[in-house]
C-alpha cells in the first residue's frame, strides 16, 4: 500500500495475497483490450443448458417465485436432490436434514471449511487439484499438505497415496472425483477404504463431486454411497451439470449438525440461493436423463478428439482422462516452466491454464478445456500447435 493512503486505509491489512490471483485474469484483461485470443482455458461447459430447463426458470419468474426462500432451499428442490442421489447412487439422504442450497458449489465449500478446519488444523488436499482450495483451506488458518494423484495410463486417486500421508494433526481429505484438472476418480472400493480410514482416526473427508455427470468409463463413484456423513460432506453444483454456471446454485450433504451449522454460517453471508434455479431444476431435475446423456456424449466425443490431437504433436503427452471437462497435457519436454509456457502461448494468441496453478505435480503441464463445440477447440488447438512447432 502506498505511504500517501488517506488514515483509514492506512488501518487495513491485506486479507488476500496478491500472489493468489488467478493466471485467468492476465488472458481475460488481453481479451478485454481486444486482443486475438482463441481460449482453452475455459473452466464452465460452453454448450447450451436444457431448453425445458429455461422455459421452467421464465415460469417461475413470471409466477411470483422472485422472493427470498428458505437459507436451506424450498422443500421440492431438496426433493429433487434426494431422489436423485437415490437413483444415481442409491443413497438414502433425508432432504429436510441433509441437505443445503448453496450460492454454487464454492459457497459450500467455503461453508464447510469453516465449519469442519480451526487454526493449525491439517489438510490433504489432491496434487495435481483445483489451485483455489489451498488459497481457501489456507485462509482458515489450516496447514495444507498433499497427496499426489497417480497417472498410469489414466489419471486416479490412489487411497493409499491418502491414507499414508495421514497423522494425528490431520482434520480433513479432500477428494475431487472426476478431478480438476485431471479428471482422476475415485472408485467405489477407493472410497470405502478412505473412509474407513478417516472415520477410524477422527478425521472429515470433504467430496467434490461437480463433475459426476462427465465419466466416460464406467460410473461414477459418489461418497453418498457409503452412508457415511458422521464425517463426510459432499459438495455438488447444478453449474456444471447443466450449463448454468450464472446461477450460481449448488449443494452440500452431510450430517444433520454439520448442516444446521453451516446453514447459520450461510445467514450472514447470502441468506438463501437463487430462488429461480431452486424452482426450475427442482421441477427439472427428475425428468433430466436425456439432456445428461446427451452432454456426456457430446464431451466424450470431444476429448477424443483432443486427446488424439495433442498425442499428435511432436513432444507432447496427453492422457485421456475418465471424467470431467479438461486434459492436463505433459508439455515439459518442450519447455519445463508452465508459466513460461502459458506466457508463450498467450503471446502467440492461444489461452490455456498454467498446470502449476494445481500444484508441483502439474509442472510443465497445461489444463485445457474441451467442454465446448468442436469447431472453437479445432481453432485454438491449430494455433497452440503452430505456437509448438516454432517455439
Not at 477410524?200 to 467434490?208: E, H, N, P, T, Y
Request: charged fraction near 25%.
Amino acid at each position: 500500500m502506498s505511504e500517501s493512503v488517506s488514515k483509514a486505509l492506512a488501518r487495513l491489512r491485506p486479507v488476500a495475497k496478491e500472489s493468489e490471483k488467478s493466471p485467468i485474469r492476465e488472458m481475460l484483461k488481453r481479451m478485454e483490450e481486444g486482443a486475438d485470443i482463441r481460449s482453452l482455458a475455459f473452466g464452465e461447459a460452453n454448450f447450451d443448458p436444457p431448453q425445458k430447463l429455461l422455459e421452467l426458470a421464465a415460469k417461475a419468474m413470471q409466477g411470483n417465485k422472485n422472493l427470498y426462500t428458505s437459507t436451506n432451499g424450498i422443500p421440492l428442490i431438496r426433493q429433487a436432490i434426494s431422489e436423485f442421489a437415490r437413483n444415481w447412487w442409491q443413497a438414502d439422504i433425508d432432504p429436510d436434514q441433509n441437505i443445503l442450497l448453496t450460492v454454487g458449489g464454492m459457497e459450500a465449500i467455503y461453508l464447510a471449511s469453516r465449519v469442519l478446519l480451526e487454526k493449525g488444523d491439517r489438510v490433504l488436499l489432491p496434487d495435481p487439484g483445483w489451485g483455489i482450495l489451498k488459497i481457501l483451506m489456507g485462509r482458515q488458518g489450516a496447514e495444507v499438505d498433499a497427496y499426489p494423484l497417480v497417472e498410469r495410463d489414466r489419471w486416479i486417486i490412489e487411497p493409499e497415496a491418502v491414507i499414508e500421508r495421514i497423522d494425528d494433526r490431520t482434520k480433513l481429505i479432500v477428494v475431487n472425483t472426476p478431478s480438476n484438472p485431471t479428471g482422476a476418480t475415485l472408485s467405489a472400493e477407493g472410497f470405502s477404504r478412505l473412509l474407513e480410514a478417516a472415520d477410524r482416526k477422527g478425521i472429515f473427508v470433504l467430496s467434490d463431486e461437480v463433475y459426476h455427470n462427465y465419466i466416460y468409463d464406467g460410473q461414477h463413484a459418489s461418497g453418498l454411497a457409503h452412508n457415511h456423513l458422521d464425517n463426510l460432506v459432499v459438495v455438488n453444483s447444478f453449474s456444471k451439470t447443466f450449463a448454468i454456471t450464472g446461477w450460481r446454485l449448488g449443494y452440500a450433504v452431510s450430517n444433520p449438525w454439520i448442516i444446521r451449522q453451516m446453514g447459520i454460517l450461510k445467514e450472514s453471508i447470502s441468506l438463501c440461493s437463487f430462488s429461480i434455479g431452486q424452482w426450475a431444476l427442482g421441477e427439472y431435475l427428475p425428468n433430466s436423463t436425456t439432456y445428461l446423456d446427451g452432454v456426456r456424449e457430446f464431451c466424450r466425443q470431444n476429448m477424443i478428439q483432443v486427446v488424439s490431437r495433442l498425442q499428435d504433436i511432436p513432444g507432447v503427452k496427453c492422457t485421456a482422462p475418465v471424467g470431467g471437462f479438461y486434459v492436463l497435457p505433459d508439455f515439459s519436454q518442450i519447455e519445463p516452466s508452465s508459466q513460461r509456457l502459458f506466457e508463450r502461448l498467450l503471446d502467440g494468441g492461444v489461452a490455456v491454464i498454467p498446470g502449476d496453478f494445481f500444484g508441483r505435480e502439474g509442472a510443465g503441464r497445461a489444463r485445457i478445456g474441451f467442454a465446448a463445440p468442436m469447431e472453437k477447440l479445432t481453432a485454438g488447438i491449430d494455433r497452440l500447435e503452430d505456437v509448438l512447432r516454432n517455439y
